[in-house]
C-alpha cells in the first residue's frame, strides 16, 4: 500500500515570496491533515479536512495560509505572502476517519531566508 | 485539552529494554493514550495506543498504570533504528477533540551501539 505522498521535499524561498505544497493521502481515507513543525517542537494542526470539507482551521494563520481539498482526495497548502517565522517542515497526514490513526508523509521542509 | 510530560531525552544501549514514561495527571475517562515516533527526517509514525489495560503489538508494549495518570513505553531491545523522538499524546473523542493529535516535546532516545 502506497504511504503519503507529500511534494517537493525541500523548498528554500525569500521572504514575501509564495510557494504551494501538495499532499495525496492513502487511497480510502477521507481526512486529511495539515500539521506544521518548527525545529525543535512537536507538530502542530494547521488545517484538517473531511472529504472536501474543512473541519478545523482554528489555528490556521488565514491572512497568509490557505488550503484546499477540491475533490476530497489530493490537497495543497499554500503561503503568501511567506514570512522568516515561517519556516518549518509541513506534514500532511491522512486517517480513514476522524478517529483513525494518522498515517503521516515525509513532510516539506520549507526555508525562508 | 490534557497535557503530557515526557523528559527531553533518554539514552539506551543497543539490545537492551528501554522504558518511556509518560505523566498525564490531567486524564480524562474517554482519553485514548497514543505513542507515536518521529524518525530524523521523516514524519511521525504510528506506535501504539491504549484507554485502561496494558497493551502489545509487533513495536512495543504500553504499560498504563492503574489509576491513568501515568504511562510507560516498553521496547523490548532496543536497536539503532530506534533512535527517534517519542510522543505520548492524549487523544480525546472526536466529539471533542475532531481527530487531530496534539503533541507535546517529546523524549529523544538515542541508542549506543
Known amino acids: 500500500e502506497a504511504g503519503v505522498a507529500q511534494s517537493p521535499r525541500y523548498k528554500i524561498i525569500e521572504k514575501r515570496q509564495s510557494v504551494a505544497f501538495w499532499c495525496n493521502p492513502i487511497?480510502?481515507?477521507?481526512?486529511l491533515y495539515w500539521y506544521q513543525q518548527i525545529l525543535g517542537q512537536g507538530p502542530k494542526l494547521l488545517i484538517q479536512?473531511?472529504?472536501?470539507?474543512?473541519?478545523?482551521d482554528s489555528q490556521l494563520p488565514k491572512d497568509r495560509f490557505s488550503a484546499e481539498r477540491l475533490k476530497g482526495v489530493d490537497s495543497t497548502l499554500k503561503i503568501q505572502p511567506a514570512k522568516l517565522e515561517d519556516s518549518a517542515v509541513y506534514l500532511c497526514a491522512s486517517s480513514l476517519d476522524p478517529a483513525g490513526g494518522h498515517f503521516f508523509g515525509p513532510g516539506t521542509r520549507l526555508t525562508v531566508l | 485539552d490534557a497535557k503530557t510530560t515526557q523528559p527531553n531525552s533518554m539514552e539506551s544501549n543497543e539490545e537492551e529494554p528501554v522504558h518511556l514514561p509518560c505523566n498525564h495527571s490531567t486524564i480524562s475517562g474517554t482519553d485514548y493514550i497514543h505513542w507515536y515516533r518521529q524518525l530524523p527526517s521523516q514524519g511521525p509514525e504510528y506506535v501504539i495506543h491504549g484507554l485502561t489495560s496494558n497493551v502489545n503489538n509487533r513495536m512495543a508494549s504500553l504499560a498504563i498504570a492503574e489509576d491513568r495518570k501515568s504511562s510507560t513505553l516498553i521496547l523490548h531491545r532496543a536497536t539503532l533504528r530506534d533512535a527517534a523522538v517519542y510522543y505520548c499524546i492524549l487523544r480525546g473523542p472526536v466529539y471533542n477533540q475532531g481527530g487531530k493529535l496534539i503533541f507535546g516535546q517529546g523524549t529523544e532516545l538515542s541508542v549506543k551501539p
Open positions: 487511497s480510502g481515507h477521507a481526512t
Open positions: 479536512f473531511q472529504n472536501n470539507g474543512v473541519v478545523d
